[in-house]
């Protein structure tokens, strides 16, 4: 994967949170935000990684404020779906209770805390996403229709999505069934939403999106 230098380039000069910021705010690195960096961050942000490490609170103090911008700009982490609109699998978002603590936190100071308070940082190895599930690739520019009963194992966008665009699927009784809202995804982090469950579509179903985007199915194997 590239090493994401539209990414570096927000968390430029001026960015930079320095030593002098007056502490006043009880969340700490140590306590609360060092867990949401290694589970939602360190796959991508780590030593070896696609992106510079964020793995300790010296490596991350001074991006604080970037940090906070890009977070709530719904930017980082990179995942690129809307919550609650297809059911997937290694979901990496956060919360917006996630995203206010990380907020209050650097507006806070972004204090250290005690260090004994740190959670063991997870070895992490590879990709900063999985690869998509073994199956038939179906291509699809805007709209394709079933030929045959289908289990759509993963879904992915071929191109940037902005701001949004939802993909659903029509039954042939006419009811629908949402398969992916993409908001703000971008190729430089491409990756596949995986389905916790796969998705069954009898044959006539009749995919799309709005607007039309190209996108890629994943489907089992029959």
């Known amino acids: 994967m590239k090493r994401w230098p539209m990414i570096a380039g927000v968390l430029g ?3 930079l949170l320095f030593g002098h910021d007056v502490i006043s705010t009880k969340i700490t690195w140590s306590r609360e935000i060092s867990r949401l ?9 780590r030593a070896g990684g ?3 490490s964020l793995e300790t609170w010296s490596a991350a103090r001074p991006w604080a404020k970037a940090i906070k911008e890009e977070v709530l700009a719904r930017r980082m982490p990179p995942w690129g779906a809307v919550k609650g609109y297809g059911e997937f ?3 990496i978002s956060l919360s917006q209770e996630e ?3 990380i907020a209050q936190w650097v507006e806070g100071g972004a204090p250290e805390g005690d260090t004994a308070l740190l959670p063991k940082s997870a070895a992490v190895a590879g990709p ?3 690869p998509p599930p073994a199956g038939r690739r179906i291509a699809v520019n805007g709209e394709t229709r079933l030929n045959g009963d289908s ?3 993963a879904i992915r966008p071929s191109a940037d999505v902005g701001p949004s665009a939802r993909v659903t699927a029509r039954l042939p009784d006419g009811s629908e069934n ?4 993409a908001y703000e995804y971008r190729r430089a982090f491409a990756h596949s939403f995986v389905y916790k469950e796969p998705v069954r579509l009898p044959a006539g179903t009749v995919i799309r999106s709005e607007p039309p985007i190209p996108f890629e199915l994943r489907v089992a194997l029959r």
Request: hydrophobic content about 50%.
């Open 13 to 15: 000069a001026g960015a």
């Open 37 to 45: 960096v290694y589970a939602r961050c360190v796959s991508c942000h």
């Open 50 to 52: 696609a992106a510079f």
């Open 89 to 91: 699998s290694g979901d």
């Open 99 to 101: 995203m206010d603590t």
């Open 128 to 130: 900063c996403f999985g």
């Open 151 to 153: 289990e759509v194992l």
């Open 178 to 181: 949402p398969m992916l809202w």
